[in-house]
Every structure is written in structure tokens, then in C-alpha cells.
């Protein structure tokens, strides 16, 4: 012993001796110079351990690099070490720290160290590696909290949790190259606030399973948004960070739509049920009122027969106890004959009534079954619509890694699952259960990634371990196996979500247990233990249906690898089995060596043919038994999990379900029918019963009351007197002066019209009240009924149990016998408690006797049903910063289930710590006790009886609010929560959105409403910051609710299914995408890019009454007078119906895009109507042949439109010349200016249909001749100028002879003929043409009336005696080029005349000198258009006179140059002679505009002059 403690020290001082060399010390001098060293150092030395540390007692910093140290020791002499590295060692646990509580940094990086362990007295720890080691789980940190840099990269770890949350200051963190498989470990780390830098993917390490993942960067960088650096990449850049929130919010909103879809379809599944429900209640809900009918009146009789005297009192009572009714095989009807003649007529009415009572119970039975069928089938449908929502948060919580698919018959993978199934049944097997085949309902595909790679990984390992050669083929050991699970702990959504999200999870291994997975090939293997416990639970339980008859699957791929047959002697445990991969077992042991051919591996099931597959119970003497096996697999990476399946069991005994049946409630005799079916032998023991004597004839229904018929019907001689009085079966609705019977003490006024009972009151000595059978909706009015004992209001239409039940509480406090039954409650579940809890004096409730333990439960539950701080405490949450989770559940749910900071009721002022609050299912009434709850953020209060929002006035700084499944009827109590972002409503009875709500909530991006009563819109006109907005199923019908979304420019997501809107608006889901272009999912579904052209082809430019409406703010447009809308290129009108536009009369849409009057056509009182600079070709649009129709304008013809080609003649008989056969239109028009329109018609233009037009504007066209006028007999004004026309033609102005001013300047005119009809012809412009001969304008002289004229411009009015020759012509003439024939000039023309005939004519004609003419042109002067006659009807249109500017020689003479221009520059300064008629339009219109009261709206865009 001496000599080993003598090596042992020899040992230590080499140790001591190559640490000195290490350090540069001299082992001599170590005492002395020991005391001094804070550092030391030792690299690759085969350092076997930590001796000699007592001679450096204030060492800081030691570091032990490559050693083979396998323990830590002898640092309790150093306490002062600050920095220690064991790195690269042999280390095998963290030991022998406990002494150096001022270690700050801890590198036991590349040791063998397999846990976290003995670091809690290390608490000044900052920075720890731990980094390739053997360590599975994340501990033994707790202590840690100043702790920042966390190395535990190249290990095992495959969970993180909340074991970092303590080590709340972590800034570094490397995780790489461990098992992380799942992102929401990845979430965890959301919960550390510093970390900057994170690596799960260093390029030193394997990446962990999760890096390999589609969305990983993404979804680290939305969780962990304050990372700079990710796997060593600098991601500190705004732009990425922003990059990631989108792309994340974008799948969150995504897959809420589809959740809200998911919902949709459960709650049309649901209305489908009520409305079959309903149906099938309804004829025992008719009998039970015919039977109860029929009660009432023959007590009524027997009670009138006893007092009259004509009945004597009987003391045989009937049974009351008529609930305890006999089955339904045995008769429970006397039949008439049975009744023995010598009975007394007391006895036939006390036989009839308990027979009619006892039918009364059969159909309230039945109802009962149809209630608990009904609830069975709801509850079927919400499990099965819960799962699919489970499985669309799983795929947005693993961000898509994890899908879910939906097969149907058309997918081969669906077939091939299908026929798998069929393959492996027996009916055999399953006789016993009376099972002849299985129907396959659904399939889901899963698309697990993770899951997948971890089986391939495991499969390449495999593969690689064995070096299998070709001649092996390892897909043989691959089979598709069902997951068999055990029978007493079904497969409920939690697990099955578990199982398809992280596999199947290793067994525990218990002594004596089976190890491995349990997994079968056989239908039976995995179902019979399942049917015979749900057969054993049900027979307990006394269920009439087979529970076993849906079920659930799980096929997952396996790969078997090694496997070998179960030994009856041996545990099924790997260490029974070394080297298996799986044990497999037959059904029978008997034929164990047919399974066991191959002890190495086994072949994969082929497809069986149909020959072998046993779905007949013919095959009595089936070999299914020798294929069924059943597997267990020790390494559960190597099962994984692919489909689902859901299948129904087909039994030989068909049973008819009642809900799944479309046909009568009456089954047929003879066959077994589900309960809830009505048979027909039911109906005739009706019959039966109701003619059984003795039969009460009908007596005249009472429909008004007064004094005179109440006594009568209380056989009283005054109302003192009255103390029963039974108006039973008439059809009375109010009960005047009811409350002068003090006496009274019975008072039945069952089936008649009653909707409410607020006669009834101040009754002080009423006892019993029966007011059922009638359609009350309230019981406000009813007061003062203190004695009121018994009080029946069954069968009415009571709904807000909560008020009513304040009624009662308050104005019949005495009340013992309470029925309210088959009243439609909005909240029915928990009436029954609401009402027992509040009544206190309450005996009997619906019929039934209060135990005492019911009401210590109403009690309890009301007392639950208030907030109190025990509820706050419980249901509260001191959560500070939102974590940023992938749900789409409220948060305050979310933390609810994951948070732990619970509120300390301790400290000060704990109720302001409180953020978040979940108070669902609470049944609370009201919310109040919540004015100290500043600082709460998000809030839940659904599935409660709320009616209102109130009590959350002092809650500033609430940004979530969810309220669905109430009864609130109105939002204004949230118009203070000025920084609320999410509001839920859903499935409440709100009918309006206030206009005041929701101007304050600026930041409200998340509305949703659905399943409410909502008709408009109105009140989210400035919910500006909008996002997403769910309204489905509500009341929306008008299109005019849509404008009011206009402004909401971030609205994205837009949900209006299932409101009237969607089916009563034609193409609505391109309407609303036209009128809100921000929105890219409307009604759950995506927008496409084909949508928004097609949406805009259809709407775009189209003027309605909904356009016009939008801008007004309301739709009537009866007193609606002018309408004014330029500029907003407009290019349809359809006003309809043109009746609410009637009294229109000035309609001016200048400068847009119409090419037709459109639905102008169908404005029956329009006068004035200006369409100057639109592209108007014809008054109806012209149809042109299908192959050369645009798809814009085959999408139109699509489109039924009031006045678009409706009316259109062909184009044979336009081009024919055949408009006077066409019928007229608009036949109030007089003023129509389409002045530049590109005319090039007129013929076409169909103007002649405009009978009664007076003033016709065409300047600035392209018309080259003048045609088409016919019809306009009453024309006075026609302006042509600025156009093409060459000549006038012998019809042009055939049939105008009403023609009192001619337009036709800066036109190509040569010559002056036909203008003979114009005898009424009194102005006429001929200004800037190429009339050169005098001899033309002595073609003039056929117009007797001509006052006014001009001619400048013309080659021809260079000629000086071209004035004295037109002055001397027409003698009528007052102005000629805009100056004034003065009587001196008109006398001067006529010497000139006289000296024309004497002395013959000169060379030039300017050089020929006349006496008193000047030589030279005038000075310009403006030219004055006044003194204009126009009738009365039409001269209010008329402004200021018109006024020519002065021109030029060069804008008389050089104005060719700009004819063919047309300009549409409304700013142009200068007034050319071709717009003069232009700005007479403009005139007119103002003046129109200032004489008729204007109900339009004012001109959209820029003016413009023309």
C-alpha cells in the first residue's frame, strides 16, 4: 500500500513537472512562484489527471487541451478559477466544480459527458461548451441565468422545450448536428429574447433534421426575429426580416381561409341536419299539439259538466304517472269496445283522457329520439370536421413539411388503399359481429417529410450495415402493415395527430411488457379486440346502435428488415431478439412453419386475386387465417405512417338510418328501423283514441274579448266573482281589462294567437297560469303575479332566456311549477340551470322534480357564472410580449394552454400585471369587474350568454377580442379600444355595423363576423386598416354594401359566402373584384389574374344606378333632375330600371369613351344631352358578325343589360336607308350635341329617330356628306362645322324646312345648291370653305328669311363686290361676316348695282373702284350671334350671347393649314372659329345647369371647353 501511495506521488510530480515546462516555471521554485501564476496551460501531454492545483491557489484560467483525463479534480484548491477548458478528453461527467462559484466560462467540449449535471452552484457561468458529447436532454441549466453563450452542438438532443426559458440572457446558441427534428422545438427559442446568434446548421457539423426542411430559414427568422446571425450567415438585414414576416403571414392567413372553409362546409352539414331534424319533428310535434288540443278541451268539458251538475265527482283518479308508458310492441289503447256500456260518462272521460295522455308521452318520446339521433349526427360531424381542421393547423404549425391530402376515386393511390383493405377482410372472422363487408368512406394521404427522411436514413443504414449484394432484394422486406392499437384506449384526434406528426414513438420498456410496434396485415388482427370491448361497453351502457360500426385505420410503409417468428416462451423484447429488427407472429401457432418459411425475411403481401379475397360469408373453410400475422418492429424510424383511413362496417341486418334517409318518418311494417321511425300501426292507435267517447263538439272561436263574452265564458254575473276563467282554443291575442278579475285564480289561455302577455298583470291572487300553445316571443309586461304557483309557457317561440328569466324572477317570485319546453332558446344547453339557480322557490322545472342536488349545481353555476378574481386568477395569464406562434387560434387560447404565468395574487396591484384573459364557456351574462384590468392585451369571452360588449371601457391597451358564440346584438362597446388590432364576433345576432364603432379602431386589421344577421355595411367605411374581413353568412343582399368597402385599400382578404349578395347579384365575384382591387382571395378562394382583366372588361366604364348611388350616398333618384359625370371614361350606360331616373331631363357626358347612347335610350324625360368627345358611331350599337366580335365585346353580349343591344336594327337595314321605318326613341330629346366623335355617317348614326329634336350639334367630325335627316322635321339648329362635307345633295335638306340656323363653316364646301326647302332659314354660316364663284352666292337668293350670314374665309370674299351683290340679293339681310347691313350700305349696294349695269367691269376686282366703297377690307371685328328667337321650351338652356373674337387675315385665310386637326386640349387659350359651337354646348349646359335644381353630382375630372 505504501509503495502504490509512493508511485502515486511519483506520478504526480512528473504531472506537476511537465506542467512547469508547459508554462515556462521551474518545478524548483514552484512554491514561491506558484502563488503568482493566474494561467495555465497544457496541450496534447497524455495529462491522465488534474493534480498539483494546490500549489497556483490564484489560478483564474486553466486549460487542459487533448489530455486523457478522465475525471475533474483537485480544482477545489483554485477557487478563484474564472476559465476553465477540459476540452478533448476522456471526461464522462461534470464533476468536481462545486468549489469554483466564480467560473465564468466552461469549455468541456469533445469528452464522452452523456448529461448536464452539478452546475447549480456555478451561477456566474456566461459562457458554456459542451459541444460533441454524448448528451441527449437540455438540463441542468436552471441556475444558469446569466448565461450567453450555449454550445451543445454534435450531440443527441432531439428536444429543446422550456428547458432554455431559464437562461433567459442566452445571445449565442449552436444546436447544430443534433436530432432536432421538429420546428416546434425551433419555437422555443422564440422564448429567449437576446439570442442574436443562432446555428443549427454549422458547416462543422450534420446539419439536424430540421435544417432540411422547406420553409427552415424562414420560419427561424419569423420566430427569432432579433437573430443577426443564422447558421453563421449574417441575417441582420431589415429587408430579410420583412421578407420572412410576409411570407409567414401569408400561409397564416392562408390556411385560416381554408379553416374558415372547413367551418363553412361543418355548418352547411349542420343546417342540412336541422332542416331534416326539423321535418321529422314535425308530425309528432302535430300530434302532440292535436292530443294536448284535445286534453285541455275535454277537462275544459268535464270541469263544465261537474259544475252544471250534470256529472257527478268521481274519486277515481287517472294515472299521473302517464310517463311510465308501455313499449311500443304492446297496446296501450283501450279500444272503444273495451269500454264497458254501464260506465258512467265520468269514467269515459277519465279512460279518454289518460288515453290521450298516454299518447301524448309516445310522441314526446319519439321527439326525444329524433333530439338525442340529431345530437349523435352532430356530434359525428363536428368529430370528423374537428380532425380536418387539426390537420390544417399541423400543416401550417410544421409550416408545410407535413400535408394532409384528401383522395377520392379518381386518385389511383385511393383505389389502391380501397382494394389493400378489401384484401385483407375475412368476413369469416367478423360473422360473429354480424359484419358482412366494409365500405371505405375516406382516405387521407400524409406527406410527412421529416418522418420520411428519418425512415430513409434508417433505411440506407441499414443497407449499408448489411452491404447487401444484387442478389438480395431488400424491397421484399418492405410491406404496407395496419397499425393495431390497443382496444380499450381508442384512436382518438389527439393521438392519431401525434402518430402521423413525430411517428410512432418508442415503447416503454416495461419488464414483462411487449417492446416494439404493434402492426398487422390481417383487418380482423386489428379490429375484432376493438369490436368486442365496444360491443362490452355498449351493452353496458344499453347503446340500440352498434358503436363498432365506423372505425379508424392507420397504413404505414414498414420495413421489416431482420425478421424472425415469435417464440411462445419468450418476450416479445429486443433483448430476447438480438440482431431482429422484427418479430412477427401467425394467428394460429399451429401454422407457424407456413409464416416462418423464411426466417430472414419476409415476402411483401402481393395484390391478391380475386379468387383469394374472403368478402363472402360463403367461404366457411377460408385460408385467411394462414396469410394473418401480426408484427412487431423494435425501431419505430422504421414504420412509417402514410395513410388514414375511415370505413364503415356493412352489416347483414340493414337498419334504416333515420338521417341519412330522405324518406317519410313512417317506416315500413315488418322491417327494423332505426329509432325515431314512426310506423303506421302508430297512426291508426291515434285514430282509435281520438274517436273513443265521449266526443266533445266544437264550440265558436272567441276573437275579441269584452265584459260581456268574459262572463259569459266564466257563467258569472259580475267580475268579483270570476276566480277560473279558461279561454283555451280560440284565437284571442290581446286580453283587455284583464286585470279587473282580482279574484281570479286560474286563468288558461292555451292555444290561441297570443305573441306576448302584457295584459297580464296585477293579478294579486292568481295561482295557476297556463299561456301555452300560442307564439309568444316575450314576457316583458307581465308584473304583479306575487301568489302565481303554476305557470306553463311551453310551446311558444321564448328565446332570450336570459331576460325572460328576469321577468320572472322579478314579478313572479312565488312561482313552484315551471314549464318552458319547446320554446326556441338561443342557448338551450344551459337554460335549465340559469333558470333552476334563479328561482329559488322552484319545485317542479319542465316536469320534472328539482332533486337537491341539482340545485346546488344551478346554484354553483351561477355563482360561476360571474367574474370574480377566483375566475380572474384562474383564467389569467401575466404573459408581456406576444410569442409568435403558428396558429390561427386566439391568442389568448394559445397561451392558456402553453403559458405558466399564472397571476400572484400577493403583489401590488396584481390585477394591472394581468394581459391576458380566457374566460370561454363561463356562461357569463354581463362582463363588469374588469375596470383595473389596464393592461390587458388579449381577451376571450366565447360561448358565453353575453348580449352586449360592456365593462371593457378601461381596457386601452386591448389589441385581441373574441366574443363568438353569443347573443350580443350590438358592437358599441368597443368603440374605446382604440388600439385593437383582431375582433371575433362570430355566430352572434348582430344585425348593423354602427358608423361611430369603428372610426376609432385604426388599427383593427382582423375583423370576422360570420354567422351574424348583418344587412349593410355602412359602418366600416373608415376601418381603413383592414386586412381581412370575414362576414360570411349573414343578410348582405345590395350591391351598394360593396362601395362601402371601396376605401379600404389593404383589404386582402374578403369573405361574404353565403350572403344573398352571392347568389343575387349577377357575376358578383368579379363585381366585388372590380370595385376592391386590393383583394387577392374573395369567398375562401384565390384571385386570379384572369379574374381582374375579366372583371374589368365587364365593369369597367359601366355607369349604374349603383355608381351613381355610391357617389349621391343614397338611391333615390326620383328627385334627381341632371346628370353630370365627364371624364371617368365611361363607355356603358345601364340605368335600370329607368323608371327611378324619370325625371332626368340634362344628362351631359362629355370626354368619355360611350360609342352609342346606350341605356340613354331608356331616360324617358331627357331634353339636353350632351356627348361631346366619346367615339358615338350610332344611337343603338351596331352588332357586328360572331367572327369579328372582340372577346371584350362576346363577354358583353354575355352580360344582360338594359339598352345595350336590345333595340339595334340589323345591319341590312341600316345600311338600306331604311331608318323611317325604324321606331322613334327618346322622344322628349331637343338638344343633342355630339360635336368630335369621329362621325362619318350620318345615316348611320340613326339620328332621324330623335323625332322631336330641335338642336343638333355635329362639329368637329369627320361627315363628308349630309344624309340621314328626314326624320327631323322639327329641327331648328344644325351646327356641321369642322367637318368633310364637299356638297350639299339634292335630299339633304329635304324635309327640314323648320331649319331656322345653319352651321356649316370650315367645311369643303365648292357650291350653294338644294338649299330651296330651307324657306324658314334664317342664319347661316358659311365661314372657311372654298366657294369662289359669285355666281354661288347668288344661289342664295332662294332663302327669303336670311338674316344673318357669313362667308368669310372663301376664296370668293375677296372679291369686293361680293358684299354689295349679297346686301343687294337679300334684302332681308341684317349681318353679313358679323357686321351690321346698315341702310346707307344697303343703299350704296344698290348704286353700285345700277353703275355695274352702265360701266362694264374692271380686270381685277379689287382693282375696280366704286364710288363710297372702300378699297381695303374692314377691320375685323367681333361677330355678334344675338337677337336669336328660340322658343319658350328651350330658351332657358340658352346663356350669354355668343361672341366671334376679332380675326386675323392670317385666321381667315390661313386657317387650311389646321382643318384636318382636331384637338382635344381643353386648356387651349385661344378660340378658334370651329369651336365656337363648342362653347355654345358649354353655355347651355351651365345655363340649364343654373335654371333646374340639381340632384347629380358635380363633374368628376378637369372641365373641358369645347
Known sequence: MIQSDTQNQVASDEIIKELCTCNGLSYDRIEGEGSSMTSLEMFFSGYPKIVGLSHFPNLTRLVLVRQTIQQISDLENCPLLKELWVAECCLTKIDGLQKCIFLQKLYLYCNMISSIENLEKLTKLEVVWLNGNQIKEIEGLIALQKLKDLNLAGNLISKIGYRLDPSGKIEKLNLSGNRICSFKEITNLARLPYLADLCLNDPQYNPNPVCLLCNYATHVLYHIPQLQRLDTYDVSSKQIKDLAETTVMKKVMYYNMRIKSAHRQLNEELEKLKERKYKLQKLPEDRIKHFSYNVKHLERERVELQASGKMQTSKVVSSQNFECEKSDGESSVDSPDETPEESSLEQRFMHKLDSLKRRINFWSKKLEEVETIYQVEVKKKKKASNLAVQFLLTELETVGNTRFEEGSPSDTWFNSCYELILSRFCAWDFKAYGITGVKVNRVIRLHNRILRLRFEEKFQFFLDKEDLNESINYRKMLEYLFYVSPPDVPLKKNQLIQILEEGFQETKKVPGSKEGILLSNSLSICECPRIEYLQTQGRSRGDSEDPFRRGKLIIAKVFLGHSTPAHETEPITQASYPGANSVYRSRRPSLNAICTANSETVDQQEKPKSSEVCSSMEYENCDCNLRQCEWFVFDHNLVLPEYVVEFEYITSVKVEALFSSLSNVIGEEGRRNAAGFVLSRDLQRDDEVLSMKPIIKPKPKIVCLDEKTVLAVAKANIYSQIMILNLHGNRLSKLRDISKLTGLRKLIISFNEFTCLDDVYHLPNLEYFDASHNHVITLEGIRGLNKLKHLDLSWNQLKKAGEEIGVLRKHTPMVLSLDIRHNPWHKPASVRLSVIGQLRALTHFDGILITEEEAAAAIQFMADSKITQASLVEHSRTDQERLRILSVLPYAKILTQISENKVEVFQNNWLSRITMLDLDGQHLCRINGLEKLENLRWASFSNNNLTKIEGLDYCHNLEELTVDGNCICTLEGISKLCKLMRLSANNNHLTSLERNVFDNLVHLHYLSLENNRITSLAGLQKAYALIELYISNNYVSSNQEIYQLKGLNNLVILDMYGNLIVWKQDNYRLFVIFHIPSLKALDCIAVEATEIENAKDLFGGKLNADMIAERLGHSNFSKMQELNWTASMI????????????????????????????????????????????????????????????????????????????????????????????????????????????????????????????????????????????????????????????????????????????????????????????????????????????????????????????????????????????????????????????????????????????????????????????????????????????????????????????????????????????????????????????????????????????????????????
Not at 335600370?1136 to 360609342?1155: E, G, H, M, R, W
Not at 324658314?1320 to 366657294?1331: D, P, S, W
Not at 377691320?1419 to 346663356?1439: D, T, W
Open 1131 to 1506: 363607355r356603358m350606360v345601364d340605368l335600370a330600371p329607368a323608371d327611378q331616373f324619370k325625371n332626368i331631363t340634362s344628362v351631359n357626358l362629355q370626354n368619355n369613351n360611350l360609342t352609342s347612347f346606350s341605356g340613354l335610350v331608356y331616360l324617358p324625360n331627357v331634353k339636353v344631352l350632351c356627348l361631346n368627345y366619346n367615339h358615338i358611331d350610332s344611337i343603338l350599337p351596331r352588332q357586328k358578325p360572331p367572327n369579328h366580335l372582340t372577346n371584350r365585346q362576346l363577354l358583353y353580349q354575355k352580360v344582360t343589360s338594359s339598352g345595350y343591344g336590345q333595340h339595334g336594327a340589323s345591319k341590312g337595314s341600316r345600311d338600306g336607308g331604311g331608318n323611317e321605318s325604324l321606331p322613334p326613341i327618346m322622344e322628349s330629346l331637343e338638344v343633342l350635341h355630339l360635336g368630335y366623335n369621329g362621325i362619318t355617317n350620318l345615316a348611320l348614326l340613326q339620328i332621324s329617330r330623335l323625332k322631336n329634336l330641335k338642336f343638333l350639334f355635329l362639329q368637329g367630325n369627320e361627315i363628308s356628306q349630309i344624309e340621314g335627316l328626314d326624320g327631323l322635321q322639327l329641327l331648328q339648329e344644325l351646327v356641321l362645322d369642322h367637318n368633310r362635307v364637299k356638297a350639299i345633295n339634292e335630299n339633304s335638306f329635304a324635309k327640314q324646312s323648320s331649319l331656322v340656323a345653319l352651321h356649316l363653316e370650315e367645311n369643303r364646301l365648292r357650291e350653294l345648291n338644294n338649299l330651296h326647302c330651307l324657306v324658314k332659314l334664317q342664319k347661316l354660316f358659311l365661314g372657311l370653305n372654298r366657294i369662289q364663284d359669285l355666281s354661288e352666292l347668288e344661289k342664295l337668293d332662294c332663302l327669303p328669311c336670311i338674316k344673318e350670314l357669313s362667308i368669310y374665309g372663301n376664296p370668293v370674299s375677296r372679291k369686293i363686290c361680293h358684299r354689295p351683290l349679297l346686301v343687294f340679293n337679300l334684302p332681308n339681310l341684317q349681318v353679313l361676316d358679323g357686321v351690321t347691313v346698315s341702310p346707307e350700305e344697303r343703299a350704296r349696294a344698290e348704286v353700285h348695282l345700277l353703275e355695274q349695269q352702265v360701266f362694264p367691269p374692271a380686270n381685277s376686282p379689287i382693282d375696280c373702284g366704286f364710288p363710297g366703297l372702300q378699297t381695303t377690307f374692314p377691320k375685323p371685328c367681333a361677330m355678334r350671334i344675338a337677337n336669336f328667337n328660340v322658343p319658350a321650351g328651350i330658351s332657358h338652356l340658352y346663356g350669354a350671347d355668343f361672341i366671334f373674337p376679332p380675326h386675323t387675315a392670317d385666321d381667315l385665310f390661313g386657317s387650311e393649314v389646321n382643318k384636318s386637326k382636331k384637338s382635344k386640349n381643353l386648356t387651349q387659350g385661344t378660340c378658334t372659329p370651329r369651336s365656337v359651337h363648342a362653347e355654345a354646348a358649354i353655355r347651355q349646359a351651365r345655363a340649364a345647369s343654373a335654371n333646374l335644381p340639381t340632384h347629380g353630382t358635380s363633374q368628376s375630372g378637369p372641365s373641358r371647353t369645347t
